[in-house]
């Protein structure tokens, strides 16, 4: 009876032993998984940091060429594009180009525009502005819907700009008129400018 008894005590402390041998073997795996998800982690954070450097890389070399085939004017790129479109195919284009039709801020950005225009495209040239009141009318705003408050509207004429009504809500700038606006049927064709904000 003793033995067995001292069978049954060795047995017990033999799987108590083996017990406390086997915990430290997994601490010491669960830390490696631990680490090793923290390691995948940090080399997905590094890859996804390269590829947005690589991205933003990209739009500066392509920002770069336009500028280099347009001009650049107060913190932006223009680019002029000759081939007459309706207004929503010329915004589409510019808007696929990584840019917007022309809106001028300001008299001289509107004066530097309308250089621009002249010497690309020709001294009579019309081209869309990135300016309408197509969602109320006589409410002019630019092509993020936002309130346009430069405006340059020919006055000089009878009727004065912009006259056309709901039936003319795209606005188009005239070289010939020294950079003068008025509004048209959007579904004439003109030439544009496409504007690239500069990173």
């Not at 004017?73 to 207004?87: D, P």
């Not at 915004?91 to 990584?98: L, W, Y």
Request: aromatic fraction near 4%.
């Amino acid at each position: 009876m003793e033995l067995r008894v001292a069978c049954l005590l060795i047995g017990m402390l033999l799987i108590q032993g083996s017990d406390q041998q086997s915990t430290p073997r997994k601490k010491p795996q669960l830390k490696k998984d631990v680490q090793s998800n923290t390691a995948i982690e940090e080399l997905q954070k590094q890859i996804n940091d390269i590829v947005a450097d690589m991205n933003l890389l990209k739009e500066r070399q392509a920002l770069q060429t336009v500028c280099l085939k347009g001009k650049k004017i107060h913190g932006k790129c223009f680019l002029a594009e000759s081939q007459q479109k309706s207004y929503h195919t010329a915004s589409e284009d510019c808007i696929a180009k990584g840019g917007t039709l022309s809106a001028p801020l300001s008299s001289l950005e509107n004066e530097q525009l309308v250089q621009y225009v002249r010497e690309s495209l020709g001294t009579d040239a019309r081209v869309w502005l990135g300016v309408n009141d197509m969602l109320s009318e006589g409410v002019w705003v630019d092509l993020t819907g936002s309130a346009v408050r430069f405006k340059n509207w020919e006055t000089s004429t009878r009727p004065a700009q912009p006259d056309g009504g709901s039936t003319e809500n795209c606005a188009v700038l005239s070289a010939l008129s020294g950079g003068k606006w008025s509004d048209e049927s959007c579904r004439a064709e003109r030439a544009s400018v496409c504007e690239f904000k500069i990173v």
